[in-house]
């Protein structure tokens, strides 16, 4: 009952954080320089078409009766209709969305995969040449951007060895679509080659984006572990004779696991910012492409709609992160 009453506290507390993005969108989207309704009418449209458009679209009522209207579309599920593509914008996301969910969560896997070990080789070991190592190595993966790693690895790896493709999501014939995820599909089809294929064109783009959450794993597991070892429950239990290896791995992992899980959903929203800038590098399909395709397009609907629909995902995130962080750690519920 305990765990039931914190995820409906977590999802009321969600409100007024959906309320005030919801405002923010609105604000910005009326003070940007360049008028929707111009972009719409075109430079060589006349006044009149302007103030037809302006009554059309509700530019020509007052700013709170704008926003009513706003909130009356986004209950309904209407992002409007992107002028780039002339469809409806929820459709153009549901579309763009598994390919980046794809991308996201393999980069966030190899991230999690790789980062947690190296923070727990470089707590044991430190102040050790491989702790210094891997805390450059971090830093490092922090502070390199994605594009310029991204045009390195296309350079090195597709054009001059050609061990990979330069981008997109597979190179002719895809599986048919059942949850859009490129890679699921191809072992629901059976079809070998198109898996082989779909993991191979995955390959360079996630590696891409990994780094900065794999370095980010790391930092803070090895940041966590080092508090776990330090505490006054593992010094007592080294002072009962317990082999350092049972200390590590049922007593201090497990602790210092907790305290990583609760930057889950930091680092996945790392990862989801860095897909419009990965994305358009490898030609993916994803929001990423979208979202720079509308701002370059000045797609009012498009940009209002993708911003919005990336806000809920973090949302999403953070409070499935925040449940599973509490049934792992029970105190967080206790202390409601």
Known sequence: MKIISFVI??????????????????????????????????????PAQIK???KRYGFDQP???????????????????????NRPVINELKRRLP???????????????????????????????????????????????????????????????????????????VPPHVTG????????????????DAIHHLVLPAVTLCMPGLASFARFTRSGFLGVLQSDYIVYNQSMGIPKRKIICKYAFKNAIVATVSQVGLIFGLLLANTVIVEYIYFWPGLGTYMVDVMLF???????????FIGLVFLIINIIVDVVQAYLDPRIVEKL
């Open 181 to 196: 995820f490129m890679v699921i599909d191809s072992i629901l089809a059976f079809d070998g080659a198109l898996l082989l």
């Open 298 to 308: 000045f797609d009012y609907e498009g940009i209002l709609g993708s911003t919005l």
């Open 99 to 173: 390919p980046t969910f794809e991308l996201v969560i393999t980069a966030t896997a190899i991230a999690a995969l790789l980062g947690i070990p190296l923070g727990i080789i470089a707590a044991l070991k430190r102040n050790s040449w491989i702790d210094h190592f891997l805390r450059g190595f971090t830093v490092a993966g922090v502070a390199v951007a994605s594009f310029w790693l991204g045009i390195m690895l296309q350079l090195v790896f597709s054009l001059y060895l050609q061990a990979f493709p330069l981008g997109d999501q597979m190179t002719g014939a």
């Open 52 to 54: 037809a458009l302006e």
């Open 9 to 46: 506290k977590r999802l009321l507390a969600t409100i007024p954080t959906l309320f005030g993005l919801l405002v923010l969108i609105f604000t910005l989207s009326r003070i940007i320089p360049t008028s929707p309704i111009m972009v719409i009418a075109g430079e060589f449209s006349t």
């Open 63 to 85: 700013l709170y009766i704008q926003f009513f209207n706003y909130l009356k579309k986004i209950y309904r599920g209407d992002l409007g209709v992107s002028l780039r593509s």
